[in-house]
């Protein structure tokens, strides 16, 4: 099956510094990636839509200046997580669309984030 | 807008003994619907997934989940649950046009009893 990377799983920074977070589909091209963050014992609420070559959706909410989206490729987007703070830890996992047409997302293994 | 809900925050089954998770959704189409699996500190891994056709549908690890449109349903089940199934379970549905984000449910924790 296909499958999504994402780098590194544990990270743990310094308030504010930032973070840069890699979502990678390695074996098919995806258009269209997705963020989500993770609180804990929550469920997965969408954060950003990731777009190649345009600028990312965000959602109500997400502040785009602090969560900065980069789809510079058709298999790689990145979350930095700019000047980290530790209301910002939580676990962020990426999700990829095959460009293939196909129905089904594929998930990362997510990252988990500690800002001390 | 869509949504889903699962009752259930936690379940637990005894080793051995069958097992139904809920999930309940809003939608104002037919929609995609999916079952994930989350381990600790783990992403998401898809159990199975209803697109169309027989609304019965299989998954891996032994699971199925059934849909049933006049009840807005798709509850998951395992006839044997297995100590190495406890984990998260996520309920999720999606629009059925073009590349959709999920809303998922917030989650049902199964802890597996000897």
């Known amino acids: 099956g296909a499958v999504v990377s994402q780098h590194p799983s544990r990270v743990i920074c310094k308030s504010g510094t930032s973070v840069k977070i890699e979502c990678r589909s390695l074996?098919?091209?995806?258009?269209?990636m997705f963020w989500y963050r993770q609180f804990p014992k929550q469920s997965l609420m969408l954060m950003a839509t990731?777009?190649?070559?345009?600028?990312?959706?965000?959602e109500q909410g997400v502040e785009k200046d602090k969560f900065l989206i980069n789809h510079a490729s058709l298999t790689l987007s990145t979350l930095t997580v700019t000047s980290a703070h530790p209301e910002d830890s939580s676990f962020y996992i990426c999700?990829?669309?095959?460009?293939?047409?196909?129905?089904?997302?594929?998930f990362g293994q997510g990252t988990r984030l500690t800002v001390v | 807008a869509q949504s889903v809900t699962q009752p259930d925050i936690h379940i637990t089954v005894s080793e051995g003994a069958s097992l139904e998770l809920r999930c309940n959704y809003s939608?104002?189409?037919?929609?995609?619907l999916f079952w994930y699996v989350q381990s600790p500190g783990q992403g998401l891994q898809l159990l199975l997934k209803?697109?169309?056709?027989?609304?019965l549908v299989q998954g891996i690890k032994g699971f199925e989940a059934e849909f049933k449109r006049s009840q807005s349903s798709f509850n998951l089940r395992k006839p044997s649950v297995h100590w190495s199934d406890a984990a998260e379970y996520f309920c999720?549905?999606?629009?059925?046009?073009?590349?959709?984000?999920?809303?998922f449910g917030k989650g049902t924790m199964l802890l597996v009893s000897p």
């Open positions: 990731s777009n190649e070559g345009s600028k990312a959706t965000y």
């Open positions: 999720a549905v999606g629009a059925r046009s073009g590349y959709s984000t999920l809303t």
């Open positions: 999700s990829a669309f095959p460009d293939t047409g196909d129905t089904e997302a594929f």
């Open positions: 209803y697109f169309s056709g027989d609304t």
């Open positions: 074996d098919f091209q995806a258009t269209t």
């Open positions: 939608y104002g189409a037919t929609p995609y």
